[in-house]
C-alpha cells in the first residue's frame, strides 16, 4: 500500500509522458506527485484538472531557473512562474520549484543580490497566492550557484523562497540535522531517495539507487526531518543509470513499495 504522504517524482519516468505517469500513479493509488513543466506545458490547466480528478494533488511543479547572466531572460522566467503558481493555486496550494541558476563569475554574495533582485516579483506574485515558490541546492554546478543547506538557508531568509531538502544533495553535510532544524521555517518539500558512494564496479558516486539498497542512513534522515515539524510529503525521486536499466514501471512500483516502508517505520 502507498504511504499516504509519499510523492512521486515525473523525473523518476522521465523520458514517459503525463498520460503514462498518471496511469501509473492512478494505479499505485498515489495522493501526491511531483510534475515536471516539460509534461504539462502544452496544456497546463486541462492536465492539471486530470490530476485533481484522480484524486492527486500536486506536491510540487518543477521547472528551470533563471539565467543570472541574461538580465534580457528574466521576464520570460517569470512569466512562465506564474503560470505554474497559478496552475498550483487552482490545485488548492502546494509548492512550485525551480534551481536558482549557475553562477555568474561574481563573488558569491553579489550572484545572490542578482538572484534576489531576479527572484523577487515571483516571490510576491506566489505569497500574494498563496503559494510557497521555492527553490533547489543542488550539487550540480551547471544549475545552482547554491550548493549546500547551509547557503540555501541564507538565501531563504534573503529572498523569501521556500527550500528544496534532496537527501541525495545534502546527506554528507556537516551537522545536518542541526542544519536541518534551522532550516524548519523555509523547508517547502523534502525529496528522498538513497545513493552509493562509489567505486570500482559500482555506480559513480552518488549514483542514485532504491530506498534501503545505497549507502545512506534514510531511516536517520527521515527522523532528522521529522524532527523539525514537517508535516509535507515526501517526493520520491529514483533515478539514474540504474533505473533506467530496470525500466521506469517496475522500478517506481519496487520504490513505492520500499519507500513506504521506510516512511511507515520511521513513524511518519
Known amino acids: 500500500m502507498t504511504h499516504p504522504r509519499l ?90 520549484y525551480m534551481t536558482p541558476g549557475r553562477t555568474t563569475g561574481a563573488p558569491w554574495s553579489e550572484v545572490l543580490d542578482t538572484f534576489a533582485e531576479a527572484v523577487a516579483p515571483s516571490v510576491a506574485y506566489a505569497r500574494d497566492h498563496d503559494v510557497r515558490l521555492a527553490f533547489e541546492p543542488s550539487l550540480r554546478t551547471d544549475v545552482s550557484f547554491v550548493n549546500t543547506l ?69 531511516q536517520r534522515l527521515i527522523q532528522d526531518v521529522i524532527a523539525t515539524g514537517y508535516k509535507g510529503p515526501f517526493d520520491l525521486e529514483v533515478l539514474g543509470p540504474v533505473i533506467e536499466a530496470e525500466g521506469y514501471d517496475s522500478a517506481i512500483r519496487r520504490g513505492v513499495k520500499l519507500a513506504s516502508a521506510f516512511l511507515t517505520e520511521a513513524g511518519v
Not at 546527506?171 to 538513497?194: G, K, T, Y
Open 150 to 218: 547551509r547557503d540555501a538557508v541564507d538565501v531563504c531568509e534573503r529572498t523569501g523562497l521556500g527550500l528544496i531538502v534532496d537527501f541525495g544533495n545534502c546527506w554528507m553535510e556537516r551537522d545536518l540535522a542541526e542544519v536541518l532544524q534551522r532550516a524548519a521555517p523555509h523547508i517547502a518539500l523534502v525529496q528522498i531517495c538513497d545513493v552509493v558512494i562509489g567505486g570500482n564496479g559500482r555506480p559513480p558516486p552518488g549514483g542514485r539507487v532504491h530506498i534501503g539498497e545505497g549507502e545512506l542512513p534514510v
Open 7 to 96: 510523492s512521486i517524482d515525473a523525473l523518476s519516468s522521465f523520458n514517459w509522458s503525463f498520460d503514462q505517469d498518471l496511469a501509473l500513479w492512478r494505479e499505485l493509488d498515489v495522493r501526491y506527485a511531483g510534475l515536471l513543466i516539460s509534461k504539462i506545458a502544452d496544456d497546463i490547466p486541462g492536465k492539471m484538472q486530470r490530476l485533481l480528478d484522480a484524486g492527486i494533488r500536486p506536491s510540487t511543479i518543477v521547472t528551470g531557473g533563471f539565467d543570472l547572466a541574461d538580465r534580457g531572460s528574466w521576464e520570460q522566467t517569470r512569466v512562465l512562474l506564474k503560470a505554474i503558481i497559478d496552475a498550483v493555486e487552482t490545485a488548492g496550494g502546494g509548492t512550485a
